[in-house]
């Protein structure tokens, strides 16, 4: 496929929606296709890096909203079924027992394969998420410059 772009928005926050997401990714740049990520509110919880999630410099509520949502890819809940973890629990059996790979695979897929990960700087202002926070693959722009990107692109998804 030559010079094709696909543009991903990732709004969600849910396990599910994230593989199917990652799994596009990953399989756009296998055929060549560039490929730009844009995560925005729920979604930026998914590039979240647990061991790098800090209380520091925050204010009452960015502490308590930090406390309460996932923090990274592992931590997602499902859309659907989820059953207070345990629907989540029995699809990650089901995906062992068909020895596929986890989002978290996807994601690192993705990142190694050369995906543009972009955060949205207001989603991140708002939510609380500090940069330094997310993977070291993100690149944090505004919505006029995501808007510029997809508008080239030929292909775009919102999930």
Not at 88 to 105: F, H, T, V, Y
């Amino acid at each position: 496929m030559e010079n094709k772009k696909i543009n991903i928005l990732m709004f969600s926050g849910e396990y599910d929606k994230a593989m199917a997401a990652l799994i596009l990714a990953n399989s756009a740049k296998e055929m060549d296709v560039e490929v730009t990520m844009f995560f925005a509110f729920w979604g930026l919880c998914l590039l979240r890096e647990p061991e790098k999630v800090t209380m520091d410099n925050k204010t009452m509520y960015e502490k308590m909203f930090s406390a309460m949502t996932p923090k990274g890819a592992e931590q997602l809940p499902l859309s659907k079924m989820n059953f207070s973890g345990i629907g989540k629990e029995m699809m990650l059996d089901m995906i062992n027992d068909n020895e596929a790979p986890r989002l978290i695979d996807f994601l690192n897929g993705a990142r190694k394969k050369g995906v543009r990960f972009c955060g949205c700087k207001l989603s991140m202002d708002i939510m609380g998420f500090k940069e330094e926070e997310l993977i070291p693959e993100l690149e944090v722009i505004d919505a006029k410059t995501y808007l510029s990107d997809a508008l080239e692109s030929d292909m775009q998804l919102f999930i």
